[in-house]
């Protein structure tokens, strides 16, 4: 018995599995050119943007033609596509053909909707018909749009780090205008890796301004509670972190970070110990579990025990 073959399938097949093919191995080189930073592939997370900008508010503005390559991140798809929305997974495969035959027949398509932050643009739905309008070199594509505040502008080449270092420098430039912090201490170098810092300093000055006035028959001024701060809370922390380099320690953090960690557990053991327990007694408590003197006792210990481990392995 001859077998039949096949029939050749349609042209419009052929072709759609030819680019989703093509769109796949663009995904694999782009990865493989950034392999010494993965997140320079990434899309953006649309949840990891909002939580890092905090938006106070949104506006819907309704249905816009919006330039292609503004498009950069994704609310849910944003693991399933490259920076260039090019497909990184064999099992989209089927609806991704669907969508570019759909488009090699001139099928009109609904239109994707968006979330604009900071001038970019992120897929609510419609990534599949994203990725194939970039396969296929369109320069627009019709949306609907919802608005998210923003005073940060995102490129297209930001990563997620990228942006937090934007988000903290602006902080940190508000807290300077606000508070007149260089013009009162001299200092520039109050600098932080986490987002919301400045205002948990803020708010430590507030505090310290509270206790400052409770013996005093009027309230001090701001300006003189932040030199105070300054000088009798603040840097007393900061040169026992340098001094026993504590920074060291903790990986990516730098003595402010720290600073603002030794006072938390202050908070905490004034619970315990009473309101008498000083934030220098809880910084150099802070010092004694993770400064230079334990590191080196730590580093005594792993040194005796890996030779008493080797010992045993030649006896054995």
Same mark, same amino acid.
């Given at each position: 018995?001859?077998?039949?073959?096949?029939?050749?399938?349609?042209?419009?097949?052929?072709?759609?599995?030819?680019?989703?093919?093509?769109?796949?191995?663009?995904?694999?080189?782009?990865? #493989?050119?950034?392999?010494? =930073?993965?997140?320079?592939?990434?899309? #953006?997370?649309?949840?990891?943007?909002?939580?890092?900008?905090?938006?106070?508010?949104?506006?819907?503005?309704?249905?816009?033609?919006?330039?292609?390559?503004?498009?950069?991140?994704?609310?849910?798809?944003?693991?399933?596509?490259?920076?260039? %929305?090019?497909?990184?997974?064999?099992?989209?495969?089927?609806?991704?053909?669907?969508?570019?035959?759909?488009?090699?027949?001139?099928?009109?398509?609904?239109?994707?909707?968006?979330?604009?932050?900071?001038?970019?643009?992120? +897929?609510?739905?419609?990534?599949?018909?994203?990725?194939?309008?970039?396969?296929?070199? $369109?320069?627009?594509?019709?949306?609907?749009?919802?608005? #998210?505040?923003?005073?940060?502008?995102?490129?297209?080449?930001?990563?997620?780090?990228?942006?937090?270092?934007?988000?903290?420098?602006?902080?940190?430039?508000? %807290?300077?205008?606000?508070?007149?912090?260089?013009?009162?201490?001299?200092?520039?170098?109050? =600098? %932080?890796?986490?987002?919301?810092?400045?205002?948990?300093?803020?708010?430590?000055?507030?505090?310290?301004?509270?206790?400052?006035? #409770?013996?005093?028959?009027?309230?001090?001024?701001?300006?003189? $509670?932040?030199?105070?701060?300054?000088?009798?809370?603040?840097?007393?922390?900061?040169?026992?972190?340098?001094?026993?380099?504590?920074?060291? +320690?903790?990986?990516?953090?730098?003595? !402010?970070?720290?600073?603002?960690?030794?006072?938390?557990?202050?908070?905490?053991?004034?619970?315990?110990?009473? !309101?008498?327990?000083? +934030?220098? $007694?809880?910084?150099? =408590?802070?010092?004694?579990?993770?400064?230079?003197?334990?590191?080196?006792?730590?580093?005594?210990?792993?040194?005796?025990?890996?030779?008493?481990?080797?010992?045993? $392995?030649?006896?054995?």
């Amino acid at each position: 018995m001859i077998k039949k073959k096949n029939p050749a399938l349609p042209h419009d097949f052929t072709q759609a599995s030819e680019d989703f093919n093509k769109a796949k191995n663009k995904a694999l080189i782009s990865k #493989l050119s950034n392999i010494m =930073n993965s997140k320079r592939d990434d899309l #953006l997370s649309f949840y990891d943007v909002k939580e890092i900008l905090k938006p106070a508010n949104q506006v819907y503005l309704g249905m816009k033609s919006i330039p292609i390559n503004m498009i950069i991140g994704s609310e849910g798809r944003y693991r399933d596509f490259n920076k260039h %929305f090019h497909p990184r997974k064999e099992f989209m495969r089927s609806r991704w053909e669907n969508i570019d035959r759909a488009h090699i027949k001139d099928i009109p398509l609904p239109a994707i909707q968006l979330y604009e932050i900071g001038g970019a643009y992120f +897929v609510r739905d419609g990534n599949h018909r994203v990725s194939v309008a970039r396969l296929q070199g $369109a320069e627009e594509i019709d949306a609907e749009v919802i608005s #998210l505040s923003s005073e940060i502008n995102i490129v297209s080449s930001m990563t997620t780090d990228d942006l937090k270092k934007a988000v903290i420098d602006l902080e940190k430039k508000t %807290f300077y205008k606000k508070t007149d912090f260089l013009e009162l201490t001299g200092d520039n170098d109050l =600098n %932080f890796t986490s987002t919301g810092s400045y205002d948990r300093i803020y708010m430590h000055i507030l505090d310290h301004k509270y206790f400052s006035n #409770l013996d005093k028959p009027e309230e001090i001024p701001f300006s003189d $509670a932040l030199v105070s701060w300054y000088r009798e809370i603040y840097m007393p922390i900061i040169k026992i972190i340098n001094k026993e380099r504590l920074d060291s +320690v903790f990986q990516g953090k730098n003595p !402010c970070d720290l600073y603002i960690w030794i006072v938390r557990q202050w908070d905490f053991q004034k619970r315990n110990k009473g !309101c008498s327990y000083s +934030v220098t $007694a809880a910084a150099k =408590n802070f010092a004694k579990r993770y400064g230079s003197q334990q590191r080196h006792t730590t580093r005594i210990i792993r040194i005796l025990l890996g030779n008493i481990f080797r010992i045993k $392995a030649s006896v054995l």
